[in-house]
Nanobody
Framework: QVQLVESGGGLVQAGGSLSVSCAAS????????MGWYRQAPGKQREFVAQ???????NYAVSVKGRFTIARDNAKNTVYLQMNSLKPEDTAVYYC?????????WGQGTQVTVSS
């Protein structure tokens, strides 16, 4: 089992910054690839960013250059720094990892960007 607990998020004006973090725990977690996804109202969940244990990153085109994903392997925590936020970034942000062939999700944290 893996538990993912997100924190951070909130309300910010367009152009502002926010960060979210996700702490992983559980016997099945072993420094796996971790990622962030988001789901806006009425839309499907979409990929945002991903980071491997070695620190290799991958971003959605829509956030590249504005968002930065990082991780602290000693703390089993992944971070997402979001800059130059736009109203279309408003969504519930979910942390995700895969362990033992299973996909695990956090409970989600709301990010709201006002125009």
């Amino acid at each position: 089992q893996v538990q993912l607990v997100e924190s951070g998020g909130g309300l910010v004006q367009a152009g502002g910054s926010l960060s979210v973090s996700c702490a992983a725990s559980g016997s099945a977690f072993n420094g796996n690839v971790m990622g962030w996804y988001r789901q806006a109202p009425g839309k499907q969940r979409e990929f945002v960013a991903q980071i491997t244990t070695a620190g290799r990153t991958n971003y959605a085109v829509s956030v590249k250059g504005r968002f930065t994903i990082a991780r602290d392997n000693a703390k089993n925590t992944v971070y997402l720094q979001m800059n130059s936020l736009k109203p279309e970034d408003t969504a519930v942000y979910y942390c995700q990892t895969i362990a033992g062939g299973r996909v695990y999700w956090g409970q989600g944290t709301q990010v709201t960007v006002s125009s």
